[in-house]
């Protein structure tokens, strides 16, 4: 694939992102009243997949550059920090996010089939399916949310969330996916 496709995908999942995530309400009705650091910048509580024992190494010649964060390699290798929790992941919290940044696309029960998920040329993630969801990493879920679906070899339409929804958000996210599953995922989330 060339550069110009690569960024071409990423300009249509940024694009779809956007159309998607304007009917679902804006970061400044959150309320939370804290900047948060951007998708590239440090919290400096990240640790790399590397560093965790839980890489889920992206699919080779699928990664566009432009979905690295700051500083981090591209290409097959590249690595995607992944923040620590500030505290406990509340999937409370997150069934709030997801209704209102995924069930679009995955649907309210995490089925993959939200209303967007019929205009997609790649179906949405079941995270219903524990047989598939119980195999992924917790690093692996954070790293799909905030840096998308091109990060770990997955389609570039699974936009990247890290812009919009703060780390302790995406691990609320990670701990309300887990409650989804059947069957139910056996461990814990950080």
């Not at 249509?12 to 995530?21: M, S, V």
């Not at 804006?26 to 919290?43: A, N």
């Amino acid at each position: 694939m060339t550069r110009l496709q690569i960024m071409l995908r990423t300009a249509a999942a940024a694009g779809l992102a956007l159309a998607l995530a304007s009917g679902c309400g804006s970061q400044s009705e959150q309320g939370s009243g804290q900047s948060e650091p951007s998708m590239g910048q440090s919290t400096g509580a990240e640790r790399s997949p590397a560093e965790s024992g839980t890489a889920a190494p992206p699919a080779a010649g699928t990664q566009a550059q432009a979905a690295a964060p700051e500083g981090a390699a591209a290409g097959a290798d590249a690595q995607y920090p992944v923040a620590e929790p500030g505290s406990k992941p509340d999937a409370t919290q997150g069934a709030q996010l997801y209704a209102q940044y995924c069930a679009t696309c995955h649907g309210p029960k995490g089925e993959g089939n939200g209303p967007a998920a019929a205009g997609l040329p790649v179906k949405p993630a079941n995270h219903a399916d524990g047989a598939y969801m119980n195999g992924l990493s917790n690093d692996h879920l954070f790293q799909v949310i905030k840096y998308g679906g091109m990060a770990v070899g997955k389609s570039p339409l699974m936009a990247p969330w890290g812009g919009t929804l703060s780390d302790q958000q995406i691990w609320d996210l990670v701990a309300y996916v887990r409650s989804l599953a059947k069957p139910p995922y056996p461990g814990t989330v950080p």
